[in-house]
């Protein structure tokens, strides 16, 4: 997993992670503000980050003795730009399929008139 939108993917896999993810949409946090929702050790929201930060999706700056966390928002553009890809090619197979049912049904006779029922 070498190129970048593998890393993306195989981070925002983990729950945990889309969830830190999901709250720094809202703005940037503290490592501690984001480990506070979670039972879990500081070390362990700090790997999470770390696997965040080497997929692009964080950054970590200095502001005196705090090191906020940044969401990196323009790599979600690789991903939408992947994902829209795949969506449109998706569409054209469906608008094909539907093309094709039409024109089953159109040449199917019994489609075009329902059988009336006869009374008993």
């Given amino acids: 997993m070498t190129d970048q939108l593998s890393r993306v993917f195989a981070a925002l896999a ?23 929702p979670y039972d879990v050790s500081l070390q362990a929201v700090s790997k999470h980050l770390k696997v965040l930060e080497d997929a692009g999706l964080v950054t970590r700056t200095r502001e005196a003795q705090r090191r906020p966390v ?14 829209e890809r795949y969506r449109r090619q998706a569409e054209e197979r469906f608008g094909r399929l539907d093309a094709v049912l039409a024109r089953m049904q159109d040449d199917d006779p019994s489609s075009t008139h329902p059988q009336e029922g006869t009374a008993s």
Avoid: C, Q
Avoid at 15 to 32: C, I, K, Q
Avoid at 71 to 79: G, H, K, N, P, Q
């Fill in 14 to 36: 983990d729950p945990t992670r889309r969830d830190m993810v999901a709250r720094l949409t809202e703005g940037d946090h503290s490592v501690n503000d984001l480990a506070a």
């Fill in 70 to 83: 940044h969401l990196e928002a323009e790599v979600f553009d690789l991903m939408t730009k992947w994902i």
